[in-house]
């Protein structure tokens, strides 16, 4: 059974604005995040946030991405206003992690991911 259930990919020019949901369907998670993998490459830690609210960036997104809760803590989002081609990736939501956020496998529960793609 998915638990959970990414939205919101699809164009952008760049500069412009992304705003990805990800909803968990069956229970709520401490810890939710958002990967994302381009072609070719592994998977790229984005964002995470806490039950508490605390949030950590990857270095290439940070300044750049907002990652969000909705007050039932079962919806996480992330947000740009300044996307660029780079981040053309296929984003994936996480949740469940067991240790170092940076690292994929540490994350126990995945969606099935959201193409954004970013044209110059």
């Given at each position: 059974?998915?638990?959970?259930?990414?939205s919101g990919g699809g164009l952008v020019q760049a500069g412009g604005s992304l705003r990805l949901s990800c909803i968990a369907s069956v229970r709520t998670f401490n810890t939710m995040g958002w990967f994302r993998q381009a072609p070719g490459e592994g998977r790229e830690f984005v964002a995470a946030i806490s039950w508490g609210g605390s949030r950590t960036y990857g270095d290439s997104v940070k300044d750049r991405f907002t990652i969000s809760r909705d007050s039932g803590k079962d919806t996480v989002y992330l947000e740009s206003n300044s996307v660029k081609p780079e981040d053309t990736a296929v984003y994936y939501c996480a949740a469940d992690p067991s240790g170092s956020y940076y690292q994929a496998s540490c994350w126990h529960t995945w969606g099935r991911?959201?193409?954004?793609?970013?044209?110059a």
């Open positions: 059974q998915v638990q959970l259930v990414e991911g959201t193409q954004v793609t970013v044209s």
